[in-house]
């Protein structure tokens, strides 16, 4: 593949399943409390692991991808997932259940540093807002997939069947991978270069922006993870449940991109995240509060998703080509620091207060903190050392 586009359509596709595979337990949790005698702070700490192996190994898998390239790490990143899906498949051990979550997560944590690193070797300079908006798209579509089809897929053959399914998408993902992928040229020949690490205010600024797309991925976590939950509580089935909740990420889907699209014609990048960041907020808190349930996911969807693209295309603002890997690291690193936490402290906060509705309340208070963050990475951008070209990044 030479075309851009034509790879970012299948850095997109493959990237899909993780989105479903992350959905795999969320989309039947009532079926976990049920069949596995677990609580719901058991249920939030499993969601949860699936980000957790990020925290330790996101820069040691930029290193990796330095070392042995993008493409093998990405593809091994693919089997570890193909394994913990099928580990969770053949028992239904509480112990093993966790095992198969963090293998699986390990694996995700190779994609989602290299595949992020190998968009932005193909976008930077270019359209980099808009790829990113549309790459992380994936990952709502692979959920709201998931949403839609797992309770179905449960109710016919068990957790058994949805882990099987999983299991089946990411080897077909393995397959065109490593049958079409090619990287650019100059991107080897650059990463080959100097020590790899960000220094001085682009290090700071990298880690920043790496907690803005955490706390932003958090609260868009709370949705997805305990929207079923939250509903069953008011009365709704488990399928209808779904598949409304599945509405914020549909919608999100189809609008997301224009983020990223009006962040590179406009040049708006920091107003679109932080008038994104504040109208989801205001929405979290108010679907759980009105009986106008499906209209305000939909806004969510809408609005609340404007941001991805823009935040996404942080680290490119602050990163050199020789720093792309290792860089891509740190962000993740606190990316997903807050994606093991995020869901686990909504759980808890759903179990003290006595209703999903307080995870919903939690997410609205990890955007006001994305939004307090955005102002430190702009301040730490202004500086001219913080830009690899040495040029004022602009708002």
């Known amino acids: 593949m030479t075309n851009r586009w034509a790879v970012l359509a299948l850095l997109f596709t493959v990237r899909t399943c993780m989105g479903i595979q992350f959905q795999s337990v969320p989309a039947v949790s009532p079926l976990y409390l049920r069949d596995l005698a ?5 249920i939030g700490l499993l969601i949860g692991l699936y980000h957790a192996p990020g925290i330790a190994l996101a820069v040691p898998g930029g290193g990796l991808g330095r070392r042995f390239g993008d493409l093998a790490v990405v593809a091994f990143g693919l089997v570890l997932m193909l394994a913990g899906a099928l580990v969770m498949a053949l028992s239904t051990s509480w112990t093993l259940q ?65 882990q099987i399914s999983v299991s089946l998408l990411i080897t077909i993902a393995l397959i065109a991978l490593v049958v079409f992928y090619r990287p650019p040229a100059q991107a080897d020949a650059s990463a080959a270069t100097g020590t790899g690490w960000p220094t001085g205010p682009a290090f700071t600024a990298v880690l920043i922006a790496g907690l803005i797309w955490g706390f932003y991925n958090a609260a868009l976590g709370v949705v997805f993870g305990f929207g079923p939950l939250m509903l069953t509580e008011r009365g709704w089935s488990l399928a209808s449940a779904s598949a409304a909740t599945s509405v914020v990420l549909w919608v999100m889907a189809a609008f997301l991109p224009f983020g990223g699209l009006m962040a590179d014609r406009l040049g708006r990048h920091v107003a679109i995240i932080v008038v994104s ?40 603002r602050v990163l050199a080509p ?16 807050l994606q093991a936490a995020g869901p686990w402290i909504a759980g808890r906060a759903s179990a003290y207060f006595g209703t999903a509705r307080a995870a919903f309340d939690t997410g609205a208070v990890f955007l006001a903190l994305t939004i307090a963050l955005v102002g430190t990475f702009l301040a730490l951008t202004t500086q001219k050392a913080a830009v690899p070209e040495h040029r004022q990044a602009q708002p």
């Open 38 to 42: 677990v609580s719901v702070a058991d």
């Open 98 to 162: 966790i095992a198969g979550r963090v293998l699986a997560g390990i694996g995700g944590v190779l994609l989602n540093v290299l595949m992020s690193k190998m968009v932005t070797d193909w976008f930077a300079g270019r359209e980099i807002a808009t790829a990113m908006g549309i790459f992380v798209n994936s990952w709502p579509v692979g959920v709201a997939v998931g949403l839609v089809l797992f309770p179905f897929i449960a109710a016919g053959g068990g957790l058994l069947a949805v």
């Open 277 to 316: 960041c504040a109208t989801f907020a205001v929405l979290l808190l108010a679907c759980t509060r009105s009986d106008w349930t499906l209209v305000v996911f939909g806004l969510m969807g809408v609005l609340g998703g404007m941001a991805a693209g823009p935040i996404m295309s942080l680290p490119s």
């Open 322 to 337: 020789q720093t792309r890997a290792l860089g891509m690291g740190l962000f993740f690193t606190m990316f997903y620091v």
